[in-house]
């Protein structure tokens, strides 16, 4: 069945895009504080304009947010980066037998100076309605540009002039793929340009010697498990760290086909969380210990290369870079203080450091894990650093003439169990389902043994995206393009049903294009999405009729082809494509509304009484949930207290009858057991729609009792 998208609505959508489209480039200099987002993937993060990332908010560790389903997912805690040159004269006419720079919010202005931000995507962003409610609005501050003609979904460009005269380019490229959407891919470009602030200035023209660059990647793995962990997993305390492709230039022209998706050549180091000695279990996963039992850090994270040029003018892979790849101390590291003259030694120390010599010792190019794990359960105990261990790599060194530049190219990646895995392998650990099933079939009677086998597939899982993400780079990012999402969702609540409509695809056209498919989760958008329908072309509507009252819903929309353009599995597995989930994917509720009450005395309060115990049988997802049905359409609805303390006020005006409370007052507390009183005061008179008799008037109420028991 066809609907007519309202006329009104494609007018704002036109003109959203009009203005996206028309935003002029990012200007000359931009401030050392200037975000950029990506919403778009399962994994899902942000940038900072000076050229590197620190996680912590304030509040929590933000970033590399996968799956990006759930919530409580960051992975992300800090990036430590430096650059440095031998031989150095800077702008002043001073000589340096090193010089470096850290790349952090606190060299800006001081030897960075970041020049250009900004997020460029392949369309205009979808508009998603729910209930008249424009919930992208948010992120409309996202996209900078809209370019049709390239090929990654987003691309965030980054660009930082620095005290050394070598100017660092970033482009992140993110795809929306199914197969590839929990990594992005990183170009990083080097350049001897001699440009050392913010003007146009060239101060510098003379070669830049010895070049090195490298960072020190630290991941909780994540948030949510960090929290059950404890004992400071939240910002990394415990992660371990492990690497891969110590023959990659045995390897280097293989290539990786999906007959073998995951090979141990690809040059790599990643993440997990460990043990920590806090914990009298086994946290292995981060399982919850009360029911009904999941694994919360199912999380590997890490940074494979993909190429790396052999000098300024040698663009070919060298098979022997990066100079340095394993781990180290997390928080022990050479500080350059100001760039003084009195630093030197610290930027000598920094130099060793780029160079392959640990930092006081702690650090090592080997597996960590493989050689430590036995003896050594908590990584902690390896090295003493209570801010846990980083992910280490380094480039160079590299000889630079004026205009020279030097590319590598890495990829962020994250990937583990799926979260009904996790569910299915928690709630056996905790329940003891013995005997449990390991992944290759077999048997075992120790509950440990069986969650950590199932957790440890992480490792195969993140290098399998690892050849994913090279498996794109070789093929010059020309994998197989799922169609484009609708460019606009409505989601409208209705009395009988939910109803769902959009604008067809501009890919409707394409050929092989199959349709539209339906998800919805019920209670929570922190849910897995069923399947409820799938719709044919030239569709662009659906009624969800199999709704029920009192719950919360919500939905997205896939445009979906029959994979005629992915045959070849080249890149990824064969088989039909999606747009990517998070386009639509809506953020507030969709409900079926009751008819606006006839009577004041027809007002009920459901459950009555609320029991806590009985929570899991009444609104699924929403625990804490109170509804008063058959309500006045317009109506201001205070809560009391036995005593008469106004604890909350509810503006109803949605025209329909029913109302729900989560049970917390306006202070933000939860309410305790006892007795409470609801009152309906009218605001509005209202009339029968069908006889325009006066129902109730204006100033009319009632009052309902009703019982809560926690």
Known sequence: MKQNIPKLTIIFLLLLSIMIITLPNASAQVAGTERRYVRTGSLQTYFTSYGSERAWNNVYYEGLIWPADYFKQDNAVITRAWMAAKDFTDAAGQPWEVFGTGISLGYVDLSLYPMQLKQIAKFAPPVVLVDGSNVTAPYTGDVDEVDQTQVADRVVLDVVNTSLGLTMTRRMLFFTQQYHDNYYITEYTFENTGNVDYDDDIELNKPLKGVRVGWGIRYACGREGGEKIGDGQVWGKHTWVTKRGEDYPLHATEKITEANPIVQWIRCGFSWAGQTTVNSYDNIGAPLLVAPGRLTGPQFAGIAILHVDKSGTDKSDDPNQPAVLGWHAGDTYPSVGNLQQTDLPKMIQLYEMLSGIPYTGLGGTNRMDEVYMATNPDPVTVHNDGGGTNVWICYGPF????????????????????????????????????????????????KDTYKNSWFYTGKDSIMETFGRAKRNFDLGYEIPQPPLPPALFNVESGGDRISLSWSLSESESDPGFAGYEVYRAVGKTDTVFDKIATVPPGTNSYNDTQASRGFSYYYYLCAVNDGSNNTTGEANPVGALRSGRFYTRTTEPAYLRRKAGVSLKDIRVVPNPYNIKARGLQYLGEPDKITFLDIPARCRIRIFTERGDLIQTIEHTNGSGDESWNSVTSSRQVVVSGIYIAHFEVIEDYKDPETNELLYKKGESAIRKFVIIR
Do not use: F, H
């Open 399 to 446: 000889d630079l003439e004026p205009g020279q530049s030097v590319r590598v190219v890495e990829v962020q990646a994250i990937s583990g169990l799926s979260r009904p895995m996790c569910e299915v392998v928690g709630k056996n650990w905790l329940e003891q389902k013995s005997p449990y099933t390991l992944p290759d079939g077999s048997t075992t009677t120790n």
